[in-house]
T-cell receptor, first 112, second 115 residues
Framework: GNSVTQMEGPVTLSEEAFLTINCTYTATGYPSLFWYVQYPGEGLQLLLKATKADDKGSNKGFEATYRKETTSFHLEKGSVQVSDSAVYFCALISFGNEKLTFGTGTRLTIIP | SQTIHQWPATLVQPVGSPLSLECTVEGTSNPNLYWYRQAAGRGLQLLFYSVGIGQISSEVPQNLSASRPQDRQFILSSKKLLLSDSGFYLC??????????????FGQGTRLTVV
């Protein structure tokens, strides 16, 4: 079955630091990959996605590249802000499977 | 445009009491619907999903059940709540028959505390 392994948190960084949150996956076929963000007390919002190998998803300064050879989709941002503090989830859907499978989430805290 | 509504936002219920959480989607037809639970300090656990009226797939055996009485309505229920049912419940929808490239859209969640 499908699974997503995500970097354990929590992660605490200083403002303007470089961010990487690791995500690797196991899936049948060629899945689509997603990063969602959850701000305190809220539901999940799509941050970015990539639907085929070597695609790069990007949004709000965040980027992630679909790496088929390493089955990875690591989230990066060059300079984080306090407002980026949230929980980040890596997820996938594979063809023929209607279930969106999530990683365990990584809590990110940015300190000024 | 499509919107998803989930209510209530917060709920405090005693052990052994029933539960009913409701989710509705507007602006689309025959959506795929999902219920997830997020326990404190843990990730998202898929509880149920539905690809059509009366079609419910259960992912985790437990004392919860789901129903889809109308095309865009998804209800999560329990006859008797347990303390372990406490958590943050999220409803989500995806467009039907669009393949894996389409993301899911989430409601604002219901925080359930069983006391």
């Amino acid at each position: 079955g499908n699974s997503v392994t995500q970097m354990e948190g929590p992660v605490t960084l200083s403002e303007e630091a470089f961010l990487t949150i690791n995500c690797t996956y196991t899936a049948t076929g060629y899945p689509s990959l997603f990063w969602y963000v959850q701000y305190p007390g809220e539901g999940l919002q799509l941050l970015l996605k990539a639907t085929k190998a070597d695609d790069k998803g990007s949004n709000k300064g965040f980027e992630a590249t679909y790496r088929k050879e390493t089955t990875s989709f690591h989230l990066e941002k060059g300079s984080v802000q306090v407002s980026d503090s949230a929980v980040y989830f890596c997820a996938l859907i594979s063809f023929g499977n209607e279930k969106l499978t999530f990683g365990t989430g990584t809590r990110l805290t940015i300190i000024p | 445009s499509q919107t998803i509504h989930q209510w209530p936002a917060t709920l405090v219920q005693p052990v052994g009491s029933p539960l009913s959480l409701e989710c509705t989607v507007e602006g689309t037809s025959n959506p795929n619907l999902y219920w997830y639970r997020q326990a404190a300090g843990r990730g998202l656990q898929l509880l149920f999903y539905s690809v059509g009226i009366g079609q419910i797939s259960s992912e985790v055996p437990q004392n919860l059940s789901a129903s889809r009485p109308q095309d865009r309505q998804f209800i999560l229920s329990s006859k008797k709540l347990l303390l372990s049912d406490s958590g943050f419940y999220l409803c989500a929808w995806r467009p039907p028959r669009t393949g894996p490239n389409t993301e899911a859209f989430f409601g604002q969640g219901t925080r359930l505390t069983v006391v």
